[in-house]
């Protein structure tokens, strides 16, 4: 099953939007992956127009998102427990943390810091995908592509330039 992992769109904001070449990979995926900051319901509704969106509130999501996404979950796709959370903590030590948290899942999804992670803890695959509008310290807006199939988990940063 093909994955697009995303965070922090915090949409909408003046004329800010997802790219065009963010948009065309979401849409040609089977499963959407956000770990927060949606910002709104309209926003979430908009990406279940593209696939299936699982998601986690963030910090700046409106209180209607909160009583429709958990703080953290545990998603299975293809044999592949995969854990979500907005926030990871600070850095020290933070993807121990993360793989203490998701216990027997084979990935952590995490956002909140716009800087795109993928690393290994482990076995444990440790994915924050940045974020495709807003880029702050990163050198570039970004996401992730994810491939779970019998039980592997595989992954690739995109990015969409600064």
Same mark, same amino acid.
């Given at each position: 099953?093909?994955?697009?992992?995303?965070?922090? #769109?915090?949409l909408?904001? !003046?004329?800010?939007?997802l790219p065009?070449?963010?948009?065309r990979?979401l849409?040609?995926?089977?499963l959407?992956?956000?770990a927060?900051? /949606?910002?709104?319901?309209a926003v979430?509704k908009?990406l279940? %127009?593209?696939?299936?969106?699982?998601?986690v509130?963030?910090?700046?999501?409106?209180p209607e998102?909160?009583?429709?996404?958990?703080?953290?979950?545990?998603?299975?796709?293809? !044999?592949?427990?995969?854990?979500?959370?907005?926030?990871? !903590?600070r850095? /020290?030590?933070?993807?121990?943390r993360?793989?203490?948290? /998701?216990?027997?899942?084979a990935?952590?999804?995490?956002?909140? %810091?716009?800087?795109?992670?993928?690393?290994?803890?482990?076995?444990?695959?440790?994915?924050?995908?940045? %974020?495709?509008?807003?880029?702050?310290? =990163?050198?570039?807006? =970004?996401?992730?592509?994810?491939?779970a199939?019998?039980?592997? /988990?595989r992954?690739?940063?995109? #990015?969409f330039g600064?």
């Open positions: 099953m093909k994955l697009a992992i995303i965070a922090d #769109t915090h909408p904001r !003046g004329a800010r939007r065009d070449e963010c948009l990979r849409a040609a995926t089977d959407i992956l956000h927060g900051d /949606f910002c709104t319901v979430l908009e279940e %127009s593209l696939a299936p969106v699982v998601g509130i963030g910090n700046n999501d409106e998102l909160a009583a429709l996404l958990p703080e953290r979950r545990v998603v299975e796709v293809e !044999g592949v427990r995969i854990g979500m959370v907005h926030d990871g !903590g850095r /020290f030590g933070r993807n121990g993360l793989v203490r948290l /998701f216990p027997e899942c990935a952590v999804v995490y956002a909140h %810091s716009h800087l795109a992670e993928l690393a290994r803890e482990g076995r444990v695959w440790i994915v924050n995908p940045g %974020s495709p509008t807003e880029r702050r310290r =990163s050198p570039a807006r =970004s996401m992730v592509e994810a491939v199939k019998r039980g592997e /988990f992954a690739q940063l995109v #990015t600064p």
